[in-house]
């Protein structure tokens, strides 16, 4: 049983006998207060999709929800639908864009080490690997002589993700993303 410190995006924990997904958390530290953090969590029933907002203690204990982890590829989308492909069994996982928009930011075609996370058979949310892999579509040109610890300037990514990259990073560039924290780690390896 983790603490509620330890519960990240897209974990499903059980309460009352109910499985839910845990879609955003957000940590605040109370003024005036001795010891720990506080953490409310927005999560969304696995059967019934009812949305709940719980707060948390960082010390409280929680219980996680049998869940399971298949790997997984992007297939394709048709309008709000986005399906992924299960790596072993080749079964497909569809899911509405509202529920997954947060990660499209981080997924294209050839993005590696995805799983579908399911619960009670139903496909509920993804995982996402800890970097990924994208090319930056638009970004200020390049400047000669900039290092790579001067300055930095927006770049938009093929995703759509807009992040902040140093001045000699130019369009067409690979880049890694660092997916919680939604920054510029590195050049992607050229392939």
């Given at each position: 049983m983790p603490k509620a410190s330890e519960i990240k995006?897209?974990?499903?924990?059980?309460?009352?006998?109910?499985a839910y997904i845990v879609r955003?958390?957000?940590?605040?530290?109370?003024?005036?207060?001795?010891?720990?953090?506080?953490?409310?969590?927005?999560?969304?029933?696995?059967?019934?999709?009812?949305k709940i907002d719980e707060a948390?203690?960082?010390?409280?204990?929680?219980t996680l929800a049998d869940l399971v982890r298949r790997a997984a590829t992007f297939?394709?989308?048709d309008g709000d639908e986005y399906v992924f492909m299960d790596s072993e069994d080749y079964s497909s996982y569809t899911f509405n864009k509202d529920t997954i928009a947060d990660e499209l930011l981080f997924i294209n075609e050839d993005t590696q080490g995805l799983y579908v996370v399911i619960v009670n058979d139903a496909p509920v949310g993804l995982d996402l690997p800890g970097t990924v892999e994208l090319e930056i579509v638009e970004t200020d040109p390049s400047l000669k002589g900039g290092s790579a610890t001067a300055r930095t300037k927006p770049a938009t990514l093929s995703t759509g993700l807009v992040v902040q990259v140093p001045e000699h990073i130019s369009t067409g560039d690979r880049i890694k993303v660092n997916v919680e924290e939604r920054r510029f780690t590195g050049r992607a390896e050229s392939k």
């Open positions: 995006k897209n974990t499903a924990i059980e309460i009352n006998g109910e955003d958390i957000e940590r605040s530290v109370p003024q005036g207060r001795a010891g720990g953090s506080i953490y409310r969590m927005r999560m969304y029933n696995v059967a019934t999709n009812n948390y203690k960082d010390s409280d204990m929680l297939s394709y989308s």
